[in-house]
Structures are given as C-alpha cells and as structure tokens.
C-alpha cells in the first residue's frame, strides 16, 4: 500500500493550503550561518520552541553537536516584550559558555510584536552586559517572509554588519559568500581557489565546524569557521563572489554600496557550467591563471558525460528544493543530456521562473515548475502520478514518493537524514559534478539492472 | 568501574558556582538528591519558566499538543496554522508508527499549514485558515480536521474556534481548534493539557452508537507508539484477554476516542501528557484510572496482575499469570546472557516527562545503577508523587492554561465499582489513581535535576563520566564528542519497541551493544597513545 495513499494525480487548485513544503522557515538559515563564524553562539530570540525544532533539524541532517541559545519568551514577555528575556539571556550566555559572539535571529513571535534588536543589544551593551572584546551581533529573521534561505542571507548580512571595516589599506583577497551549501561544499570552493592561488575571505564557513572530528573532548566552539578579525578586512578586499542568488545578493551588495568592494553574484557552482563559472570569475577577479590541475580536473567531467551520455540521454528528473541548488541541478541535468520534467521550490522569486524558462527552452518537453507557496511536495507528487519520472533529486522527505512512485532517490539539499554524504563529500566544483554524476548513474544502472529481463542482463555498461 | 562522587550537595554547588547569583539561587532549587524508599521526599522545582540563554532542552506548546498528543491520530488532519516552520519540524520528527491496514486512512506522512505570510500577519490570517481547511476537505475528505495555533497567531488576534465552528457547520465533519501558540506555559506541558481539554471537549464520547464488543475493556492513556512500543502492548493484552478500545493516540483514529467512554477502566502510561483526560473521564464518565508501566518485564508483569485484579476475574487472573511466565522465559534467557556485561554499569536519564523515569526499571533488570535523573517538563506530581497536587501552586507563566470544569454526564456517568469495592481493591494494590513519582526510591546518592540545561550536562558527564547516559537528539553528538554513548529515549534511536516483553529484549541488546561498542578505542591514533619514538632510532 502506498505510502501517500492519499495523493492522487487530480490537481484542484490551492491558495491557502501547503502539503509537503519544499521549505522551511527563516530561522534555522540563520542558525546555520551564524555556525560558520568562529567562536560564535546562535541565539534564537523567541520562544524556546523554535530554538530545540532548529537545533534538531541541523543535528539530524549533521550527526554533530547544534548549541544555540533562546529568550524562552512567556506568555508574559510576548505581550510586554523580550528585551528583559534577551538582555537575561545574553549575561547568562557570556557567563555561562563564554562565546566570542551572540548572533542573535528572530522568530515571527518577536518580529509580530516588534522587538528591536538594534536598541535592545545597544542596551545591553550600556548595561555591561558583553564582555570587553566580545561581540553581539543580529539580524531580523521573521519566518512568515522567505525561507530558511531568506533566513542564511540576513544572518549573512548581519554577520558582516557586525564585523566588517574599512581600513583604507587596501589587500588582495576575493571575498566568497558560500551560499546555503554544505561545509563539504564550502571546502570544494576554497580548494578551488587555493589551486589557483587566490587567496579568498569565506563567510560563513561551516567546513570543521558540522563535519568535525570525535576526539574524546567536546568543544563547543571548534577550531573553526570565519574569524571575526578576518571578516572585519572584507571591506578591504578586491571584490565579492556570491554564490547563489536568493542566499547571498543582500551580503554582496552589502559589500558594495558600503565599503564600495565590487561584487558579482554566480550560481552555486553545481556542475560543470556553474562551476567553469566560479573559476573563470576568480581567474578574472584576482587575474591568475587557471592552473593545470583544475583543467585536469574539468577534463574528467567532460569524459564522464561523453562516455555515458547514452544512460543519461532522456531520463526524466523531478526535483524539490532550494532555488540557488535547483537552479544549478536543472542547468547540469540538461548537460547530461537528461530532461528536468518537473520542478518545484517553496521559496519564491520572479528570477526563478525566469531563469528556468531560458533554461528550458532548448529542451523536448513540456516541463513543469513552480516556486513559493503551494509548490510543495505534494504537487510534485501529483504530477509524477500523472506522467512518470526516471529520478528524483531532492532531501529526504522525498523517500516517500520515492518508495510509492519506485523512483530511484539521489539524496540532495536539506534536509537528509538518512545518509551519510552531504558533510563529508562536496557536490560543487568539478569534483562534486563527478560525484553527482557517480551517483545519478549508479541509480540509473542499479535500476537497469533490476528491470533487465535475463536475456538482457548485461556484464558491461 | 571507576568510583563514582556520591555527595551530592557538593556536586550540586559545582553545577551552580559559575552562574550568574539569581541565576544560581533558582536553579539550587531544581537540583536535590533522591530518596530511599520511604523516605519524605523534599519538594522540587518544576515547571517552571526557562531561563534565558542557558541553553535548555524544552521545546514549546505548539510541540506538546500538535507533536505529541493529537499528531499520531492517522486520520484526522492536523493543520497547523502559521508560518511554515512549525508544520515542517513537526513532520515525521516523532516515530509515531501508524498501521492504516488495506483500507484505513493514514495523513501522518503529510504536512498540513496555512503558510502564514506577512499579508496574513498584517491582515489577518482567518480567511487564509478557513480556505484551507476547504482546501484540506474537497482534496482529502477527512472525517476531522484539528487546528493548531502557532505563536503570531494568539498575538494578530485569529479567532480559530470561531473559524472551526463555522468550518464544521459548512462541512459537516468534526472540527476543532487549539489554542497551543508555543509561549504559553513554559514547556510542551501546556499543550498537552490543551490538547486533552480540546479532545476531551469535542470528541471524546461523541458517539453512542457503536457498540464496543469485548471483555475487560480498558484504553491505553500516554501511549504514543514510538518505535511499535504500542503494538508490543497491544499485542500483550490481546493474549491476555483485554479488549483495547482506543489508546491516546499512538496509531489511533478518532473514532477511538469517539467510543472510549466505553472502557471500564482507563491505564495511565505517560502520566504527565494525559493525567488530564483520565480525571476528566473519571468524572464525566465514571471510569476509574490506575497507573501503568509496561516500561520493563517486571514492571509489564506488575502492570497487567494490576489491571487484572481490577477485573476480578479469576479466569482473567490465570490467563494474566500464564502469559507472564510464558513471556519471561525468553526474557530472562536474555538478561542472563547480557547481564555479566552490564552490571555495575552507570546510566544518566534527563527525558521529557515520563521516561526518565520508566527507563530506570530496564536499566535496573541489566544490574545497572543509575546516577541521576530528570525532565524536561513534568510537575512536582511527576517527581514527588501525586498526593502533592493539593499543594502545588500554579504560578503566573502558566494560569492561563484553561482548566475544564467537567460534571458528571447526567445520562452516560456510570460509576464502574462502588466506593466500597475501590476501596477493597486499593488494599489489594490496585492503587487508583495513584502514582508515586520518580524521586522516592532513587536513593540518596542520585542526582535529580529538572530542565537540565548544557552546562549542567556537561559538568555532570565531567564528574561522574557515566558508561551511558539518555537524552535526546540535541544532547546525542554533543555527548558522544566525549567518548560516552547517548541513548535517545525519545526516537529510540531508530531501534525499538521498548515496551512490554519484546521491547525489554530489545533493550537489554541495544544497551549490551551500546556500553560494550569498542568505537570508544579507536579515538586515539596509535601515534597519540605511544611514547618517545624509541622505535625510530633503529640504525642500520
């Protein structure tokens, strides 16, 4: 018996009813944001609900420790306001685990009422609340506007806000904004430049922090992530490099309009045209040459595709998840040869249905998408029931369509958490492309294998 | 086994001495010794608000009433309305196993919201709520839809009862809303009283019509199928003889709860999330409620000779004694097997509301002794026993959690025994609706701690370096960093059921792998745990 029994491929159309989200809300980006700077303490300012769903959400998808704090607002504070609540919390945390930062986000329970981040931190500040040479920094995060990715880019934001300076010197570095992508992609990224000797300031960096090791001694705060002092120079560096639209065009032209450090938006560098993307931008950007590894490299990829082109050639994709990774996946998929046949994302944006029409143009089928409110799983869901699909590329909660639909999964975005993967092995840059195409195949071919009548079942492939 | 500190005073100022004063001072009061059985046992703090920024385990109202009580119901749809975070953390997150069967319905794999943007904070949200609930209708055809309010909701104003009542009238099936916006209370507790009130109000007893067939009926109050730990009991008390009319509300439907009034007698297994209902039922209904803990073989026997004592039927009373020891055969096999092992080994529990305190009978069946315990969100009832609730004052975070006033049901209240024969039946230990809290018995070198936050954690595991210690998802990787095993007892870390004779097999292997894992061994390189490089000095 299926799973989603109660799905059937009869659309009717829905404005006030999302089933499934391919979202969630803005402050678990924040969250996760905050975690790539070094030393620092997310403090979620609302009730404490909030906080113990976004600490779960990230130690599930991570298998590594998630420590935030909370304004634990009552009954009481949510009608008189959280300044006491926060100004509490802040002597409680300093005291208690001694961060070099609170990042403080927003719930919509303190955004509905109004609570002014900007005057309470000042307050506390007056109050001698934050330690000599200790930092609250802050940003608004009301989970009813955007998403978890709307969330990353205002604590982005706030990050640099908080810290960045202009000195007057300036140096030579390139400024990167990873986007909403896993530590193991941040660590792609910055290999990428290193080959190509560009020396780049990364914030946030969650490489270290939500892949670390277990070495008998927790550490709250690991010897990791995007030093406050290293971020105060971006006001100084050459330029910025955003990755990723939705996730890090406010952070970019933050750079700009303030410190004048001219700044290019990219997509994730997610396959091989995104990718040639980010390396050609740092080659310009920093005037270095591309190194022979990376062609190497990039070779490989461009072998890949020639010698399977056959499997890929046609297959039908279906995919959820957050536009700045979606967008990248639709451009690789039609790479490969294979056809992007219904899309959907919970995060909104007019570039997004743009974007994806001069994508698709070139390609032999009526796809379908859609992005923001009731483009969520469930109508992926229906389309599917109405006209199969090869694959599915998407977060964990796809399983279930997976299994009803007996659609082969390939595990992607967030949240998975079910497999091990995402923390560990990049699906950005050259690498992550052969690694996506690694496993697209393999689920191809293992199905091929499967459905192969004997006199079909083949050795070679 | 290392020695292990036993005074616990001295401990408890270690906890406390970093902390801000008032700080301190409020925290010295949720932290005290167990106590030999017998013993008077000190009042506790509980239940009360969070502090600020101390990093807490507690999670919210919303989570109490939508996650745990009403969530697991399979055929009613759960529509939270608010921003979309709450319905996304909520989806799936609990291991509520569900058996639909060929033709049932089953909406647990689904996540319902209205999706709250800024234009329904800043105009509203009702009429967003009321098309989708026509939405959730004409797409899914129902036969309930319960509302759940998240935090901006009570602050715009949205009147979801009304929207519920209109909702029904148009729609003709039962639909009921709960006030569970996540500040109210101070924990999950508050919506788990909310939640009983509003099932308690619009469903419960709703239809008189189907007649229940069956002997010994009785429901299965607090009882969540985590990981099949209700498929275990069920499967028990059916071979005992029991007839199961609805369980609250692991893999239940709301036409269980439409006919529980049926039962004869009500068994209480997570007293914190569901002492509400079994009051209320007493009352209304006239069915008695005792305590139960299918937690542990011993405790499951010591829960069914209860509820079989209660029956008074001496048929009933044999077959009760001869599925127990049929059960413990395989049971004790294994705890023989297991047991060298395991005892002397030291355990922690700091879990929600309940299991904190049913785990430590298991650990004790594997000879392991417990270091300290606590919730996250239970009342003194939880700790002290319930013959405290007279003197527990509600204070002012949580007054406005409604209280129901229910009266005996003029037509329906049919009281099950006469006061005589409850009495009679106390004496033989039925012990209505009696519980005697996790403090009293623990001994005077445990620890017991309520809303235990993360320093206090990490002080404690520094301290007594326990061989396992038991909490939840966010405690889990920060605790294994330290080289000890965290056993989750909220999702059971995948594994399970727990419960009743099978569950507690299942147990004593998970823990025997957990304690005895060599993982713990690989952490250092063999080039950390050597000396000098004496080797290195070989000369050819």
């Keep these: 018996m299926a799973l989603l029994r109660h799905t059937t491929g009869e659309i009717k159309e829905r404005s006030a009813l999302t089933v499934n989200p391919a979202k969630t809300c803005q402050p678990v980006g924040a969250m996760y944001a905050a975690l790539g700077v070094k030393g620092c303490f997310p403090h979620s300012h609302g009730s404490q609900g909030c906080c113990a769903y976004h600490r779960s959400a990230l130690t599930r998808h991570y298998k590594e420790p998630v420590v935030a704090g909370t304004s634990s607002f009552t009954e009481g504070s949510s009608v008189f306001g959280g300044q006491s609540n926060l100004i509490a919390a802040i002597d409680n945390i300093f005291t208690l685990y001694d961060p070099e930062v609170i990042a403080i986000h927003t719930t919509c329970l303190s955004e509905t009422i109004g609570d002014d981040l900007r005057q309470i931190s000042q307050k506390a500040i007056d109050d001698g609340k934050v330690p000599t040479g200790k930092h609250i920094i802050y940003a608004s995060t009301p989970s009813y506007v955007g998403t978890h990715v709307t969330g990353y880019a205002n604590m982005v934001k706030g990050i640099l806000k908080g810290f960045v300076k202009k000195t007057g010197t300036p140096n030579d570095k390139i400024n990167v904004i990873p986007g909403f992508c896993e530590p193991s992609d941040m660590a792609e990224m910055r290999r990428l430049a290193a080959m190509m000797g560009v020396d780049i300031t990364m914030v946030p960096d969650t490489n270290g922090v939500l892949n670390g090791p277990l070495t008998g001694k927790y550490e709250m705060y690991p010897n990791a992530g995007a030093t406050p002092a290293e971020i105060a120079t971006m006001g100084d560096s050459k330029a910025t490099i955003g990755l990723g639209r939705w996730a890090t065009t406010e952070a970019v032209n933050y750079l700009d309009s303030e410190f004048k450090v001219p700044g290019k938006v990219l997509p994730l560098p997610i396959g091989l045209k995104a990718t040639d993307m980010y390396v050609d931008m740092l080659r310009r950007l920093s005037g270095k040459d591309v190194p022979d590894a990376i062609n190497f490299e990039r070779g490989q990829v461009v072998d890949i595709i020639s010698d399977y082109s056959q499997y890929f050639y046609g297959k039908k994709v279906a995919m959820a998840g957050d536009p700045d990774q979606i967008l990248a996946l639709v451009e690789f998929v039609i790479t490969l040869g294979m056809i992007p046949a219904y899309t959907v994302t919970g995060t909104a944006g007019k570039y997004f249905d743009e974007r994806m029409k001069e994508l698709l143009k070139d390609v032999p089928y009526d796809c379908k998408f859609k992005c923001g409110g009731e483009a969520d799983m469930f109508l992926l869901h229906q389309w599917i029931k109405n006209d199969h699909v090869d694959l599915l590329i998407g977060n964990t909660y796809l399983k279930y369509i997976a299994r009803d639909e007996d659609i082969p999964l390939i595990r992607h975005g967030f949240p998975i958490l079910d497999r091990v993967g995402h923390q560990y092995f990049p699906s950005v840059g050259y690498s992550g492309a052969m690694r996506l195409m690694e496993k697209f195949l393999g689920a191809i071919l293992d199905r091929e294998d499967r459905d192969a009548p004997e006199t079909r079942f083949e050795l070679q492939m | ?540």
């Excluded at chain 2, 006919?259 to 009051?279: F, I, K, Q």
């Design chain 2, 1 to 540: 086994m290392s020695t292990k500190p036993t005074n616990v005073e001295e401990i408890k100022k270690e906890l406390i001495a970093k902390m801000p004063t008032k700080v301190a001072r409020k925290r010295a009061k949720s932290i005290l010794p167990g106590t030999e059985m017998g013993e008077p046992i000190p009042e506790i703090q509980s239940n009360v608000r969070t502090i600020p920024g101390i990093i807490t385990q507690r999670g919210c109202t919303y989570a109490g009433c939508k996650g745990v009580v009403l969530g697991p119901s399979r055929d009613i749809v759960n529509l939270t309305h608010g921003p979309i975070g709450c319905g996304f953390y909520s989806w799936l997150t609990r291991r509520n196993q569900t058996e639909a069967g060929p033709d049932g319905e089953n909406f647990i794999p689904y996540s319902f919201s209205t999706d709250m943007t800024e234009h329904d904070i800043v105009f509203g949200g009702e009429k967003k709520l009321r098309a989708a609930i026509k939405e959730a209708y004409d797409t899914f055809h129902p036969k309930a839809i319960s509302i759940f309010s998240t935090c901006p909701v009570g602050l715009i104003g949205d009147d979801i009862h009304a929207v519920a009542r209109t909702m029904q009238e148009e729609l003709g099936i039962t639909i009921f809303a709960n006030s569970c916006e996540g500040y109210k209370g101070v924990s999950q507790s508050a919506g788990h009283h909310i939640a009983n009130n509003q099932i308690m109000k619009h469903v419960i007893g709703t239809d008189d019509d189907t007649k229940i067939e069956g002997k010994f009926k009785v429901n299965m109050l607090g009882e969540y199928n985590i990981g099949g730990d209700a498929f275990e009991i069920e499967r028990i008390l059916e071979k005992c003889g029991f007839t199961l009319v609805a369980t609250f509300s692991g893999n239940s439907t709301v036409q269980d709860f439409r006919v529980a009034h049926n039962a004869d007698l009500n068994t209480v297994m997570c007293h914190r999330s569901l002492n509400y209902v079994a009051e209320m039922m007493e009352t209304k209904f006239g069915i008695p409620w005792i305590k139960v803990n299918f937690i542990g073989a011993e405790a499951s026997a010591k829960s069914l000779r209860r509820m079989a004592a209660y029956f008074e039927d001496q048929e009933l009373i044999d077959r009760v004694e001869a599925v127990i020891a049929e059960e413990l055969v395989a049971v004790n096999k294994v705890v023989e097997e297991i047991k060298p092992r395991t005892a002397g080994k030291t355990a922690m529990l700091f879990v929600g509301g309940s299991r904190a305190h049913h785990y430590q009978e298991l650990f004790k069946e594997l000879d392991m002794k417990i270091l300290g315990a606590g919730y996250e969100f239970a009342h003194r009832d939880d700790y002290e026993g319930r013959h405290v609730l007279p003197n527990i004052k509600v204070d002012a975070d949580s007054r406005n959690i409604e209280e129901l006033e229910i009266l005996p049901d003029p037509e329906r209240y049919k009281p099950r025994k006469t006061e005589a024969e409850m009495a009679r039946l106390n004496e033989k230990g039925v012990d209505f609706k009696g519980y005697e809290g996790m403090i009293e018995g623990m001994g005077k070198n445990a620890m017991v701690i309520d809303d235990i936050n993360h320093y206090e954690t990490e002080k404690l595991l520094e301290i007594y370096k326990p061989d396992i210690f038991c909490a939840g998802i966010k405690e889990k990787f920060i605790v294994q960093k330290m080289g000890i095993p965290l056993k989750q007892l909220h999702n059971y870390d995948m594994g399970g059921p727990y419960a009743g004779f099978n569950g507690a097999i299942n147990w004593y292997r998970d823990i025997d792998r957990m304690v005895n894992t060599k993982v713990w061994a690989l952490i250092k390189a063999p080039w950390q745990s050597t000396g000098p490089e004496l080797e290195a000095t070989y000369v050819a």
